[in-house]
């Protein structure tokens, strides 16, 4: 008996310390809302990389606060906040200042992701990491580079792509992994080819009971630097081809690529056009497709014209 209160004395203690604090922490982070008296344009006069543009409410609890030409997604969670891709270093301040226009405190941000490893879309993770204290979690095959900031020799565009600043507090998310936060679940879709450790990212919305399924793909593109080539013996042209057929199989009601202009992700936003299309990653894989076919007849044919 005297066991038994002991033991219920004891679970009770646990009870409350343990329950006490996520009501704590959660009561500590602030949910991003619109701001009225944001000064920040929607106007955009190009797709500059770093060319600030106001954040936008995306679906449910997720934002745009990109710039006007690389997409930054913000996720966000009463137990804290998952941002994906940051953007190139130069634009830390405008996409600093989209999450500030919303109320997000940056050491809310608690885990970062990214699509792919190269400085246009992950440039800037390395300061949000320092300022947050977020862990950034990355395939395997990015880990390398964005760690130590250089291009990986096997990347398609290695001879091309500027190094960034390492990035601290990297942890590795397996293959189609499902990263948690609260009550946070985004899917990792593996996509090597246009980059080694290239990832896209998928998660369900809702808003007054209308779900949606929101992927934000990672890049397509088969282009490289002058010396590479798809077709060449270990090389990305059969990674690319599975990341093509995974994107097109994928559910998909609301499309996000890392180039706004991809998927006219702010003109959709702005309602020019329709946000929701059960089509638009299937038509991304098409058109993926259709690129990788020509760019790899072009290496046949140059092959073909090599004398040896
Ligand atoms: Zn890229």
Redesign the pocket.
Known sequence: MKFKLNCMAFAGTLLVSVGSFPITAQASVQMPTISKDSTLSKECKSDGWNEPTAPRHLYGNSWYVGTCGISVILIASPQGHILIDSGPANAYEAVSKSLQAIGVRMKDIRTILMT?E?H??SGGVAQFQKESGAVVRVRKDAFQSMRTGKADPRDP?FRELAPFAPVANLKIVSDGATVKLGKLAVRNIPMSG??PGGSGWTWKECENGVCNQIVFSD?LGSISDDVYRYSAKGGMAASLRASIARIGATPCDILITGHTGASDILERLDGKAALVSKVACQQLAELGLKNLELRLQKEAETSAETPK
């Open positions: 792919h190269h246009d879309h565009q246009h980059a890049s």
